[in-house]
């Protein structure tokens, strides 16, 4: 039974090594675009609240109502928040721990 624990082992660790390897990398791309994602959901919402107002004031063009101004401002409200700290940048947190999960989960046999 040691035998065979010993050469799972020896086995498993290219992809415990690969495993590592990708969640460090992923963690660096993620720490980095989250800048990158806040700056773009900062721009999102300043659009987003300009045609919400746009639809509800009518203000700046006048034309308040209007169904084109309503999906807009609803599309770019979701985008708003996708690139929040909150959207994909916590999707990519979520996969790097998974990863270090399983990767956990191999080095523990």
């Known amino acids: 039974m040691k035998v065979l624990r010993i050469f799972i082992k020896i086995v498993l660790f290219p992809v415990s090594l690969l ?5 460090a990398f992923s963690m660096f791309v993620i720490t980095t675009l989250s800048c990158l994602l806040s700056i773009a959901s900062g721009i999102c919402t300043l659009g987003a609240l300009i045609t919400w ?5 009518g203000w700046p063009l006048g034309t308040a109502g209007d169904g084109f101004t309503l999906k807009i401002a609803i599309i770019v409200s979701v985008f708003a ?8 940048p916590l999707f990519g947190m979520w996969l ?12 523990s046999i």
Do not use: D, E, M, T
Request: hydrophobic share 50%.
């Open 53 to 57: 107002s746009q639809y509800f004031f």
């Open 19 to 23: 495993l590592s390897i990708i969640a």
């Open 96 to 107: 790097v721990a998974k990863i270090n999960h399983l990767n956990s989960l191999i080095k």
């Open 81 to 88: 928040y996708l690139f929040s700290p909150y959207g994909f």
